[in-house]
């Protein structure tokens, strides 16, 4: 638990930052991009453009650390973004780097209010957070990799059929390329995709819900051809160029599970 003074400096700059949340995240983003490009990877560039959930990472950081003396209040919403980043590979050194660029943009964005003080009470409950997520993270590495038929990873899946359900979905069955068996899973969960998209010149990585019942060859998602202009940039190439036969990567099924009793 951060010390008192800690918690109160955070807690005191956490308006100004949230009320300033644009330049927080433009900041952020721009400096991530221009000095880790590889990160252009990990990211949905779709989200950055299209203005939804681009804020996501840098407001939840301030959301998270107002609550920062209760982190029974942040257990959900940790369990939850944990998901989020399993299903995408985040690692443990991803921490330092995302910390180190989102604190030189609190550090911009508060001018000259930025103390040393305050911006190392802002490492400190980054730190706390990032701990939180990591041991979250690194638990579903585990338990997904000691699942009967389960993986830690990217595993090489054979789109085995094709079928178009209507003008804009078509479901994909996917076997293991490795022919091994598959996990058990619920609806409501989901796997991810990784695909390099040639206009975008890097990979792009996206979830999509299992659409099917859980048996042990196959798994099936039903994509929607998403956008016009652009067109989507994972979707559309999943149904234009992404063939039956052709090898997908895939990383492990995550998403939360339905409480016991629902
Ligand atoms: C847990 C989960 C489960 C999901 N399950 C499913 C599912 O079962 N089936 C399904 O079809 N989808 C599902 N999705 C959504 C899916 O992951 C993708 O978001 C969706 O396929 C769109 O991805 P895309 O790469 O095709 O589009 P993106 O490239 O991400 O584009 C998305 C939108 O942003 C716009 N855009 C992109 N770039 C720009 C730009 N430069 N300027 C302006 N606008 C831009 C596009 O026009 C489009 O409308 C799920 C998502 C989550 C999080
Ligand atoms: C304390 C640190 C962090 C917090 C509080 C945080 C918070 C979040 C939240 C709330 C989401 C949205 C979850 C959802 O859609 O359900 C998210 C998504 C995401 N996070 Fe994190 N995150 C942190 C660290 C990181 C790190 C270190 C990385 C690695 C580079 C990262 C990469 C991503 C990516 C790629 C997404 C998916 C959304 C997108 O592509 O734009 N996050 N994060």
Same mark, same amino acid.
């Given at each position: 638990?951060?010390?008192?003074?800690?918690?109160?400096?955070?807690?005191?700059?956490?308006?100004?930052? !949230? &009320?300033?949340?644009? +330049?927080?995240?433009?900041?952020?983003?721009?400096?991530?991009?221009?000095?880790?490009?590889?990160?252009?990877?990990?990211?949905?560039?779709?989200?950055?453009?299209?203005?939804? !959930? !681009?804020?996501?990472?840098?407001?939840?950081?301030?959301?998270?650390? !107002?609550?920062?003396?209760?982190?029974?209040?942040?257990?959900?919403?940790?369990s939850r973004i944990a998901h989020?980043?399993?299903?995408?590979?985040?690692?443990?050194?991803?921490?330092?780097?995302?910390?180190?660029?989102?604190?030189?943009?609190?550090?911009?964005?508060? $001018?000259?209010?930025?103390?040393?003080?305050?911006?190392? +009470?802002?490492?400190?409950?980054?730190?706390?957070?990032?701990?939180?997520?990591?041991?979250?993270?690194?638990?579903?590495?585990?338990?997904?990799?000691?699942?009967?038929?389960?993986?830690?990873?990217?595993?090489?899946?054979?789109?085995?059929?094709?079928?178009?359900?209507?003008?804009?979905?078509?479901?994909?069955?996917?076997?293991?390329?490795?022919?091994?068996?598959?996990?058990?899973?619920?609806?409501?969960?989901?796997?991810?995709?990784?695909?390099?998209?040639?206009?975008? $010149?890097?990979?792009?990585?996206?979830?999509?819900?299992?659409?099917?019942?859980?048996?042990?060859?196959?798994?099936?998602?039903?994509?929607?051809?998403?956008?016009?202009?652009?067109?989507?940039?994972?979707?559309?190439?999943?149904?234009?160029?992404? &063939?039956?036969?052709?090898?997908?990567?895939? &990383?492990?099924?995550r998403g939360l599970l339905p409480?016991?009793? +629902?």
């Open positions: 638990m951060p010390s008192p003074r800690t918690i109160e400096l955070v807690k005191a700059t956490v308006p100004a930052l !949230q &009320a300033h949340g644009l +330049a927080l995240t433009t900041h952020f983003y721009d400096r991530l991009f221009s000095n880790e490009p590889e990160l252009k990877n990990i990211f949905n560039l779709g989200n950055q453009a299209g203005g939804q !959930q !681009q804020q996501a990472l840098a407001l939840a950081v301030l959301a998270y650390a !107002q609550n920062i003396e209760n982190p029974s209040a942040l257990a959900p919403v940790a989020k980043h399993a299903s995408i590979g985040i690692r443990p050194d991803h921490y330092p780097i995302v910390g180190r660029h989102l604190l030189a943009s609190i550090r911009e964005v508060l $001018g000259e209010a930025a103390t040393d003080e305050i911006i190392a +009470a802002w490492a400190e409950a980054y730190g706390e957070l990032a701990d939180v997520l990591i041991a979250a993270e690194t638990e579903l590495y585990r338990a997904s990799a000691a699942a009967p038929g389960g993986w830690s990873g990217w595993r090489e899946f054979v789109v085995d059929r094709k079928v178009r359900e209507s003008e804009l979905i078509t479901s994909f069955y996917l076997r293991p390329a490795d022919g091994g068996a598959l996990p058990p899973f619920v609806p409501g969960q989901f796997i991810s995709i990784v695909l390099y998209i040639p206009e975008l $010149g890097v990979e792009q990585i996206r979830q999509y819900s299992l659409s099917e019942a859980p048996n042990n060859s196959y798994f099936r998602i039903s994509v929607k051809r998403e956008g016009q202009d652009p067109a989507g940039a994972v979707s559309n190439r999943l149904h234009d160029a992404v &063939a039956v036969g052709e090898t997908l990567a895939v &990383a492990a099924v409480a016991r009793g +629902a």
